[in-house]
């Protein structure tokens, strides 16, 4: 591996990191909060937070979760919110207290909330109004005693909360009717929280910070445990590598990911906090033209996104004409990036856009794109410091450049193992401790790492394996369409074929085109033998597209 260290040397990023750089999360947030303190950190919604001001609200908090409610270090909070102000005060507050943070999609259904709330243990919550009727329906079947409630407006001031929380529940119904026996206010923890009984406890590297659960894309949701070290060794080693590409107390980073994904969290929420940037935070970035009435709005000099979410940004004609002359990092993740994407990208803003990879287990950053990169290069990058990566075939031995097989990750910001799940644990951790990921990919001879597709995607056509991503990245480049996914369905003959799921950017396409298309791009046995067009794609919370979804449930 020593060409994948003079890679990183050539980029000025040491080989290790001190990991006991800071004794925890709250060491890092705490040296943010005095050095900034008059900077901007969050704003949502036309109202921002200083980092004085997140300091006071989060201790306010954690005081009312370690006084009022009587919560001990170690103790589980779920936080249910979607990225507005309350999250940032929530999480510093639960961390700040010793408490471990559980964070949950607010979009769930009560049948995915019920199961992470009993697989977590949590007993408190923190729940936006909107998916209350959710939590009432399940409560009684889970550990949760402590329900603390807001509504989105409610930290935008008067009189906005008011006309936003308002138009919220009665103009536009997105507040479904519930009750609980017991709840309280979010914004009356803050009163009641008295920020002079805030008592920091022990906490250190080896404590567990947040149960941070998988997507349950490939199977049931399982919780990942990422403790303070995992966390604050992911902090460092992202921000060594971006070191040389961002000024402290300078920076303004677009967040449309919600902040309880790991990509979010670690990147936008901790490591452009640790160094005093302002984070915008988009609360429903699915709304795309007032997602882009906001970009307007800012001189934004980071972004951070995945590809479904670029692609719909660059197919919108406002977001052509905004100013791009302060942008210098747009960093994609989450999913694959696809070429054509990226490349109109790059078109429009003038400026490159930079895969990075990781996962949950791996807090999440493994492999990032040198940062001087000046155009796609169809990787993910080279594997960032103190991280070894590997291919490794079924029996776990390494593989020379260039062949195809697991990316296996071993480095500080691994995971200790899903929670209360060894047999689950003992699949993806092999015995030199590395983290089966699940992705196949191949490291070429520069040091360079490619994702081919996900392990449990790819389809067997004839023998002859099929990446969904190389399908898919071939069919985006049709200029009618505007999404794609690939997947296998079983077939007599061929074992499986390839079907394919498009939504049209131009009414006039059709199948014949498709394949007629897909036989310039692709080999025989990759060209797809079924089309279907829709409107839309399923996708997960953050924008990847659900092809098992398709697969179990195709329209024929």
């Known amino acids: 591996m020593e060409h994948v260290w003079f890679k990183q040397y050539e980029q000025g990023v040491p080989h290790d990191i001190d990991v006991k750089e800071y004794n925890h999360i709250p060491h890092i947030l705490d040296t943010s909060f005095e050095k900034f303190a008059d900077r901007p950190s969050f704003h949502n919604m036309g109202k921002t937070l200083s980092y004085s001001e997140l300091d006071l609200l989060s201790k306010k908090f954690a005081s009312y979760l370690q006084n009022d409610l009587g919560l001990k270090k170690g103790s589980r909070i779920a936080i249910m919110l979607p990225n507005i102000l309350q999250y940032p005060i929530a999480a510093f507050g639960a961390l700040r207290a010793g408490l471990i943070v559980v964070n949950v999609n607010p979009l769930y259904t009560k049948r995915e909330l019920e199961h992470q709330l009993k697989d977590s243990g949590a007993e408190t919550i923190v729940i936006f109004a909107n998916a209350g009727a959710t939590l009432q329906a399940v409560v009684k079947n889970t550990p949760v005693k402590n329900i603390i409630v807001t509504e989105i407006g409610d930290m935008l001031g008067f009189p906005k909360s008011l006309i936003v929380n308002f138009v919220l529940k009665y103009v536009k119904k997105m507040v479904p009717a519930y009750s609980f026996d017991k709840s309280i206010s979010f914004k009356s923890t803050l009163v009641a929280g008295d920020e002079s009984k805030f008592k920091k406890p022990e906490v250190n590297l080896e404590d567990t910070a947040f149960l941070q659960y998988t997507g349950g894309t490939t199977g049931v949701s399982k919780g990942a445990v990422l403790t303070h070290g995992n966390i604050v060794a992911n902090m460092v080693q992202a921000r060594e590598w971006l070191s040389n590409s961002i000024t402290e107390g300078k920076e303004i980073i677009i967040t449309p990911l919600p902040l309880y994904h790991i990509f979010s969290l670690t990147a936008n929420c901790f490591v452009f906090s640790s160094i005093g940037a302002q984070n915008i935070l988009i609360t429903n970035p699915r709304d795309i033209p007032g997602f882009v009435k906001e970009l307007s709005k800012w001189k934004f000099t980071a972004f951070t996104g995945v590809n479904t979410l670029f692609n719909a940004l660059i197919n919108n004609e406002e977001f052509k004409q905004l100013d791009f002359s302060s942008l210098r990092l747009t960093l994609g993740g989450g999913m694959a990036v696809q070429k054509a994407v990226a490349e109109k990208w790059k078109a429009i803003t003038k400026k490159p856009l930079i895969e990075a990879y990781g996962l949950t287990e791996t807090s999440p950053a493994a492999c990032i794109n040198p940062l001087t990169l000046e155009a796609y290069n169809g990787f993910i990058g080279v594997p960032i410091s103190s991280t070894i990566v590997e291919i490794k075939d079924e029996n776990g031995v390494t593989l020379p450049n260039n062949e195809v097989g697991e990316i296996c990750i071993k480095g500080p910001q691994v995971m200790q193992g899903y929670y209360n799940r060894p047999e689950e644990t003992a699949k993806v951790m092999t015995a030199d401790k590395f983290f089966r990921t699940g992705d196949l990919g ?115």
Do not use: W
């Open 442 to 556: 191949f490291m070429n001879d520069d040091g360079y790492f490619k994702i081919v597709d996900r392990k449990k995607d790819m389809i067997l056509v004839s023998g002859f394996n099929v990446y969904p991503n190389e399908i898919e990245d071939a069919l985006i480049t049709h200029p009618k369409v505007l999404e794609a996914a690939a997947v296998g369905l079983a077939h007599e003959k061929s074992g499986e074929v390839v079907k394919v799921f498009i939504v049209k950017k131009d009414n006039s396409l059709t199948e014949d085109e498709i394949i007629t298309h897909c036989k310039s791009e692709l080999t025989g046995y990759k060209v797809p033998k079924s089309v279907e067009f829709r409107e839309s794609l399923p996708k997960t919370n953050v924008g990847k597209i659900l092809r098992r979804e398709l697969k179990e449930q195709p329209r024929v």
